[in-house]
């Protein structure tokens, strides 16, 4: 062996032995995660038994029922609501942290650089500033309730054990804060509000000069479909053989203006009958809320009870109190109002220097990185589209006078009367929202609520910056679209235009179109009583009439241009042509429309002329249309394996996996159930990719163990639990349940029984 072999041997046996024992305490290491993620997805939160040491006064019950379901009775206010932040800090604490770091702009602290772009954005709003505010804004009483429910949830925080998320992303959760409950609240207002992105949006066509091009582009309404909860309906007017919507997304402006953004289709469906209407003498109501769709849900099912005190129904994880549900006397449900909540201007050249803050970002594994920001007393800047060194001014009323919605749900919870929950939202701040009413007195009620800035833009538009020195004041409460408390009213409402004609506010750019507020009005009419088992079947209805005109409208045009089309394209015609209009799950023609409908809109034509006068012209602009509808037919022919892919039933084309948010990272293991296809955009009984009906209702008011609340996955947010997707057989069966309440329904529902004691 010569001395060079000697020495190269001696020096790679200790590297070897270095390499080794790296893998070592690499495999180690591998090994004691994946089994903290183990025993992560194995955890679940107590639920029955004893704990004592907590922060309550008296000694508390949190009862659950075969839904895992709490039903909380306690002594007093304060033992309630920290049994309530106990419950839901036990049960949903990953996603209260998520929500709160998404609202305060701080995901990649724990996410990584690919979240600092939504935390950039994020920090465009000062929130952690206006909740802060909004603290300050609240009497005793309410500071009171959100302490209590802050304590609750650090007490669970500190003795359940850590939910299987944080193990994956190995970080533990700051202490829960009061304000923090107002942010996760405030969540819904940033979701539920108009936000200046659409103005700014919208502002790229207002300035082209041509109205009618913005009237087609963001119709108020399309008015052969026109439903008003408040007035009378509008003519039917017939000119146009397409959907007014679908005909605008069609015809996107010109380049060189802004493409079009088809809005999301967010919103909701509420309806109530007053008692001269029903089978029973009783009133009743429907809602369904249309949210993100992601699991666990944003609702947590809840009974809360104590002396003087009772509710039931869904709150929003995180806050105290019930935000949609029933007490003793009333129940309540809401829609988006999709009215103009702000408005923007073009920023002056001088901003004062004093107004602009710097934010630092703490990004994991990554440097630390501060932006600018603009924020006045009465106005915010946000950067401007494609230009993000140019700022626009935004004046909301959430930012300048900041007062959070908790507080009138928390009177909401406690109103008597139809009349006390309609004084209680006349100090609701928004988001706006149209609010149902019913009582036991057998009235319903309609009114929308929030504050609206009588601004004429509208969010039409980008005021001058010479309109800074202007003021618009919000609209009386009084003055906004109501229905008075009666037992022959009926309402309904589905984020469309509200009002009839002669009502003297605009209110909106553009409402939600009318599609779904149109057929829950036919389904009302087609009865003159009604009973719980109907209202649950219009919440599954899945008949959308604008779908189905523009199924015809296509096989029109087909049978008057058959050269236009390939062979091939025969069995989509065919399947249309049967087609009754419904997205039920073994329709196939259902498939057939969705499909011709979304190739329909990525090839539009591309002229804003046929914008502004497609609706005054029936003839050869909107031929135009109908061969732009053609060509997409012939391209979903030509395709490989079409059509025999496209003849598939809807519970397959449609399905739906309700998805964990952090699915996208690869942990998509945590994802809840595969929803089949059953319902779409335009539907009463909405079901799209990231958005559905996030919860269905139905309240027989006064006997509250009738009618019932389902939600789409489980109570829990902890796979461990049994109870993480155990709902969705239900959801998918379209089956109501009833939510017990009262002592006996609840001792009899009752599976186990956790006591909280001083």
């Known amino acids: 062996m010569t001395p060079s072999t000697s020495t190269g041997k001696s020096i790679l046996r200790p590297a070897l032995t270095v390499l080794g024992i790296l893998l070592l305490l690499a495999f180690v290491l591998v090994g004691i995660y994946a089994g903290n993620v183990f025993a992560g997805m194995r955890a679940a939160a107590q639920t029955s038994g004893t704990i004592a040491g907590t922060g309550v006064v008296q000694p508390v019950e949190i009862l659950r029922d075969g839904r895992d379901i709490p039903h909380i009775r306690a002594r007093s206010l304060h033992d309630l609501f920290y049994a309530q932040g106990f419950a839901e800090g036990s049960d949903r604490l990953f996603q209260m942290d998520l929500v709160r770091r998404f609202v305060y702009g701080r995901l990649a602290e724990v996410l990584g650089a690919r979240l600092l772009p939504v935390d950039e954005r994020a920090r465009v709003v000062d929130v952690r500033g206006i909740v802060d505010r909004e603290w300050q804004n609240l009497d005793p009483r309410e500071r009171a309730i959100l302490q209590a429910f802050s304590d609750g949830v650090n007490a669970a925080m500190a003795r359940e054990p850590l939910p299987v998320e944080f193990r994956l992303l190995l970080y533990t959760p700051q202490p829960w804060r009061p304000q923090d409950s107002l942010a996760a609240g405030f969540a819904t207002v940033l979701d539920l509000t108009d936000s200046w992105r659409d103005v700014l949006d919208r502002n790229q066509i207002w300035r082209t000069g041509n109205r009618r091009a913005f009237d087609a582009a963001y119709p108020l309404t399309d008015w052969k ?79 809360l009870r104590a002396p003087g005190f009772h509710v039931a129904g869904a709150a929003i994880a995180g806050t105290p109190g019930v935000i949609l549900g029933h007490n003793d006397h009333i129940a309540w449900g809401v829609t988006n109002g999709t009215v103009a909540a702000l408005s923007v201007f073009d920023a002056p050249a001088n901003l004062p220097q004093r107004n602009w803050v710097t934010e630092t970002f703490h990004v994991r594994f990554g440097g630390d990185v501060t932006r600018r920001y603009y924020r006045g007393r009465r106005e915010f800047g946000v950067p401007r589209p494609r230009n993000p060194h140019r700022i626009a001014l935004v004046r909301w009323s959430a930012y300048t006078r900041p007062y959070s919605p908790v507080a009138a749900f928390l009177d909401l919870d406690a109103a008597n009367s139809v009349r006390a929950a309609l004084h209680a939202l006349a100090r609701y701040p928004g988001p706006t929202q149209n609010f149902v009413v019913a009582g036991t007195s057998g009235r319903v009620a309609y009114q929308l609520a929030g504050e609206i800035p009588d601004d004429p833009a509208w969010a039409r538009y980008v005021h001058p910056a010479s309109d800074l020195r202007k003021t618009y004041p919000d609209i009386p409460f009084a003055r906004l679209p109501h229905v008075a408390p009666s037992k022959r009213a009926v309402v309904f409402t589905a984020n469309d235009k509200m009002y009839g004609a002669g009502y003297p506010y605009r209110l909106s750019a553009s409402f939600e179109a009318p599609y779904r507020a149109y057929r829950i009005s036919r389904l009302l009419r087609a009865r003159k009583t009604y009973d719980v088992s109907y209202f649950a079947r219009m919440q599954r209805d899945t008949l959308s009439p604008a779908d189905l005109e523009f199924a015809r409208d ?17 069995p989509l015609i065919d399947a249309l042509a049967t087609w009754d209009g419904r997205f039920d799950p073994s329709s196939v023609g259902a498939t057939v429309e969705r499909a011709v409908r979304t190739q329909a809109l990525y090839d539009a034509p591309s002229f804003v002329g046929l914008l502004g006068s497609l609706r005054q012209d029936s003839g050869g602009r909107l031929a135009a249309v109908q061969h732009s509808v053609l060509r997409a037919v012939a391209k979903l022919a030509r395709a490989p394996a079409a059509p025999r892919a496209l003849l598939q039933p809807w519970r397959l084309a449609g399905a739906v996996r309700v998805k964990h948010q952090l699915a996208s990272m690869g942990f998509t293991f945590l994802d809840g159930a595969l929803l089949p296809g059953d319902g779409e955009k335009y539907t009463v009984h909405v079901q799209m990719p990231k958005y559905s009906q996030s919860f269905r209702a139905v309240w027989d008011i006064g006997n509250w163990n009738a009618g019932g609340i389902v939600i789409p996955s489980g109570e829990s947010g902890e796979p461990g639990s049994g109870h993480y997707t155990d709902l969705s057989r239900t959801w998918i069966a379209n089956r109501l349940v009833p939510l017990p309440y009262g002592t006996r329904a609840v001792d009899a529902a009752a599976r186990a029984t956790l006591t909280l004691k001083p």
């Open 554 to 570: 296509v096989v029109r045009a087909a049978r008057a241009h058959p050269r236009s089309l390939p062979p091939s394209a025969k």
């Open 225 to 303: 479909y026109d439903a008003p909860t408040v007035g009378r309906d509008a003519p039917r007017s017939v000119a146009a053989s397409l959907p007014a919507e679908a005909l605008a997304a069609l015809v996107a402006p010109a380049a060189g203006a802004v493409a079009h953004r088809a809005r999301r289709g967010l919103g909701s469906n509420d309806w109530a009958a007053g008692a001269a209407h029903t089978a029973t003498g009783r009133a009743l109501l429907a809602n369904d809320p249309h949210l993100d769709l992601y699991i666990p849900g944003i609702w947590y099912l809840v009974d």
